[in-house]
């Protein structure tokens, strides 16, 4: 278990519906990530935020995809009018703080720790 | 553009040593991660690398040659446990992961 959270952890849905993941990052973590994954491959950068910010998003996001991050700390991932593409683990990452003064390449802040995942399975 | 590259599937026998290579072309580099992934649970984290050279955690090594584009995990003694899919992932500019499509390690008896 390394910290992070995420719900539900399995979700099936029918073509056309709207569905919401959520993810509980380690406490102290301002940055989070989501990424998805299909089977027999790595995980896809999606977005991601620090602090309430969301910083970059891939042009994987279609205009179906929305995450927020409102208060900093706890994130969710939505998906208007799934389509059986979608059909995927979606992950959710956190990292420790950027810390000014501290070498960039700090492993302490660029190790990203993943949550379980939330199976997505859409009919 | 954006290239990871890594062999599919590897098998091992009990006991022994691996190694799992992987190259990389990405616009940007700022170290490089390996995680490990057993079948339906999420990544975790091995080990990283931001200089050339070879680090050692236990039975878990990892090196790095940034002018090659290369790395590599190093696994010794092999137990059945470490079945699984070990990621190969560049950290980039920006704070994300650009993951390799996974090697897929079995460890026989």
């Known amino acids: 278990d390394t910290g992070v959270s995420q719900d539900p952890r399995h979700k099936i849905t029918k073509r056309g519906q709207n569905v919401t993941f959520r993810c509980d990052p380690i406490?102290?973590?301002?940055?989070l990530y989501w990424y998805r994954q299909t089977l027999g491959q790595g995980p896809e950068f999606l977005t991601y935020?620090?602090?309430?910010?969301?910083?970059?998003k891939s042009r994987l996001l279609s205009d179906r995809f929305s995450a927020e991050r409102p208060k900093g700390s706890f994130s969710t991932l939505e998906i208007q009018r799934t389509e059986q593409g979608d059909s995927a683990m979606y992950l959710c990452?956190?990292?420790?703080?950027?810390?000014?003064?501290?070498?960039?390449?700090?492993?302490?802040?660029?190790?990203?720790?993943f949550g379980p995942g939330t199976r997505l399975t859409v009919l | 553009g954006q290239n990871i590259d890594q062999p599919t599937e590897m098998t091992a026998t009990e006991g022994a040593i691996v190694q799992i290579n992987c190259t990389y072309q990405?616009?940007?580099?700022?170290?490089l991660f390996w995680y490990q992934q057993h079948a339906g649970e999420a990544p975790t984290f091995l080990s990283y690398?931001?200089?050339?050279g070879l680090e050692e955690k236990g039975r878990f090594s990892s090196f790095l040659s940034r002018s090659k584009g290369y790395s590599y995990l190093l696994l010794k003694e092999l137990q059945m446990k470490d079945s699984a899919s070990y990621l190969c992932?560049?950290?980039?500019?920006?704070?994300?992961?650009?993951f390799g499509q996974g090697t897929e390690l079995s460890v026989k008896p």
């Open positions: 992932a560049v950290y980039n500019q920006g704070g994300k992961l650009i």
């Open positions: 690398n931001v200089l050339d």
């Open positions: 990452a956190s990292s420790l703080p950027d810390q000014s003064g501290t070498n960039p390449y700090s492993k302490r802040t660029d190790t990203q720790y």
């Open positions: 406490s102290e973590h301002n940055r």
């Open positions: 935020f620090q602090n309430e910010a969301q910083l970059e």
């Open positions: 990405t616009s940007g580099f700022n170290g």
